[in-house]
């Protein structure tokens, strides 16, 4: 079945660099995302990638598509203490049914 | 502006009574959708509708009612027999399949606690 898997937790310091990573399950995924929850709040989208693509650049984001090993990845670059929130990743397979990952909290310290 | 509205913000409500959540939005979307948030577990699919005065259960309906008599609201009924109430609740909205990249668009949430 679709199914959609994120570490949990992942802390960094000010100024370098975050990964977080995704694996997926459902070859036939058509928009994968990366979705930002602030404390107490909503999702907002981040970022999305077509699964024709391999990477997508948005200023300090980069987005990494491996559809063979079925694994997505988010980097911010120069990670602020503003980023910190929980990340989700999600796919679409072209319906309108989206499947979310659990969410990856990603803590900054100053 | 458009957007997604819920509330209340937060709701307590005492064991054995049904509570409805309020979610609104101005954005023309067709379809609407209800999620439940629990730490660590990610979203899971409550409800969703695509269209005006119908809608389907999601991966994990029971205990729960939602009506779409109009396109603009998706009110959801959280009732007495749901067993572990407590969550944070989501509501959100997409165009229908064949937009550009089918984002959903969330509401603030509501927080709904059982005493």
């Known amino acids: 079945g679709e199914d959609v898997e994120q570490s949990l937790f992942l802390s960094v310091r000010e100024g370098d660099s975050s990964v977080i990573n995704c694996t997926y399950t459902?070859?036939?995924?058509?928009?994968l995302y990366w979705y930002k929850q602030e404390p107490g709040a909503g999702l907002q989208l981040l970022t999305y990638?077509?699964?024709?693509?391999d990477m997508k650049q948005d200023q300090r984001l980069t987005v990494l598509l491996n559809k063979k090993d079925k694994h997505l990845s988010l980097r911010i670059a120069d990670t602020q203490t503003g980023d910190s929130a929980i990340y989700f990743c999600a796919e679409n397979t072209g319906g309108f049914k989206t499947i979310f990952g659990a969410g990856t909290r990603l803590f900054v310290k100053a | 502006d458009g957007g997604i509205t819920q509330s209340p913000k937060y709701l307590f409500r005492k064991e054995g009574q049904n509570v409805t959540l309020s979610c609104e939005q101005n954005?023309?979307?067709?379809?609407m959708y209800w999620y439940r948030q629990d730490p660590g577990q990610g979203l899971r699919l409550i409800y969703y509708?695509?269209?005006?005065?119908?809608?389907q259960k999601g991966d994990i309906a029971e205990g729960y009612s939602v009506s779409r008599e109009k396109k603009e609201s998706f009110p959801l009924t959280v009732t007495s027999a749901q067993k572990n109430p407590t969550a944070f609740y989501l509501c959100?909205?997409?165009?229908?399949?064949?937009?550009?990249?089918?984002?959903?668009?969330f509401g603030p949430g509501t927080r709904l606690t059982v005493l």
């Open positions: 959100a909205s997409s165009m229908i399949s064949g937009s550009s990249y089918n984002e959903q668009f």
């Open positions: 459902d070859s036939s995924s058509t928009y």
């Open positions: 954005l023309n979307h067709d379809a």
């Open positions: 990638i077509f699964s024709n693509m």
């Open positions: 509708s695509q269209i005006v005065n119908d809608f």
